[in-house]
C-alpha cells in the first residue's frame, strides 16, 4: 500500500525552527517528485514547495522562500521541511505529497501534521 | 501566486449535475494543461479526483469530470451523491510552483 505519514509538528514560538518528516513507504521513492502543501486552521490549500528525485531541483512559495528548506533522503525514503523563522501565520497543518508518474496531480497525501506557531 | 478563483459554494440535490468553476490567467490555468482537482472531506487529507484538466484516476467515479477553457477549468459532478459532500480544490501548474484555488464548499439538499 502506497503511504506517506508526517511527524515533527507541534508548538514553536515565533522566530523558533520546526524540521517536519515524511515517511514515504509502498513505491520507489526515489523517482518521484514530492511536495509539501499546507492548510491554515479554517482555510484553504496553500502550496509550499516541492523536489525532484535527486535534490537538483527545488521550489518554494514567495511566502516561504528564505525560510523554509526541502530536502529528502532517497536511501531512508524521507521527505524533509526545515522550518526557520516561524511566524505565527506559518500555524497550519502541512502535508506532504507524492507528485503523479505522468501526470500534474498530487496523489497520495500524508495525513498531515500540525505545526502551531505561538508564544 | 495568487490563489485560483473558485465559488465558496455550490449546492444541488442528490441526482443533480453540478459544476465548480476555478478562474486563473494565462500565466497559470490558461498557460497549462496542469490543473487537478481535489476532494477534501472534514478533518480528512485531500484526495485527487482529476488530473491533467480531464483525466480521472484509476478508482474515482466516472460521475466525476474536467475541462477546460482560457482561464477557466470546470469539475463537474453528475449524479450528485451524499457522499459527495465535501470541499473542492482546484490547482495548477505556473512557472515551476503550484497555485491552488479558494476552495468551493459541496452541500447536497
Known amino acids: 500500500e502506497v503511504q506517506l505519514v508526517e511527524s515533527g509538528g507541534g508548538l514553536v514560538q515565533p522566530g523558533g525552527s520546526l524540521r517536519l518528516s515524511c515517511a514515504a513507504s509502498?513505491?520507489?521513492?526515489?523517482?518521484?517528485?514530492m511536495h509539501w502543501v499546507r492548510q491554515a486552521p479554517g482555510r484553504g490549500l496553500v502550496w509550499v514547495s516541492r523536489?525532484?528525485?535527486?535534490?537538483?531541483?527545488?521550489s518554494y512559495a514567495d511566502s516561504v522562500k528564505g525560510r523554509f528548506t526541502i530536502s529528502r533522503d532517497n536511501g531512508k525514503n524521507t521527505l524533509y521541511l526545515q522550518m526557520n523563522s516561524l511566524r505565527a501565520e506559518d500555524t497550519a497543518v502541512y502535508y506532504c505529497a507524492r507528485h503523479g508518474s505522468g501526470s500534474s496531480g498530487f496523489d497520495p497525501w500524508g495525513q498531515g501534521t500540525l505545526v502551531t506557531v505561538s508564544s | 501566486q495568487s490563489a485560483l478563483t473558485q465559488p465558496a459554494s455550490v449546492s444541488g440535490s442528490p441526482g443533480q449535475s453540478i459544476t465548480i468553476s476555478c478562474t486563473g490567467t494565462s500565466s497559470d490555468v490558461g498557460g497549462y494543461n496542469y490543473v487537478s482537482w481535489y476532494q477534501q472531506h472534514p478533518g480528512k487529507a485531500p484526495q485527487l479526483m482529476i488530473y491533467?484538466?480531464?483525466n480521472r484516476p484509476s478508482g474515482v467515479s466516472n460521475r466525476f469530470s474536467g475541462s477546460k477553457s482560457g482561464n477557466t477549468a470546470s469539475l463537474t459532478i453528475s449524479g450528485l451523491q451524499a457522499e459527495d459532500e465535501a470541499d473542492y480544490y482546484c490547482s495548477s501548474y505556473t512557472s515551476s510552483t503550484y497555485v491552488f484555488g479558494t476552495g468551493t464548499k459541496v452541500t447536497v439538499l
Open positions: 491533467d484538466v480531464s
Open positions: 509502498g513505491f520507489t521513492f526515489s523517482i518521484y517528485w
Open positions: 523536489i525532484n528525485p535527486d535534490e537538483s531541483s527545488t
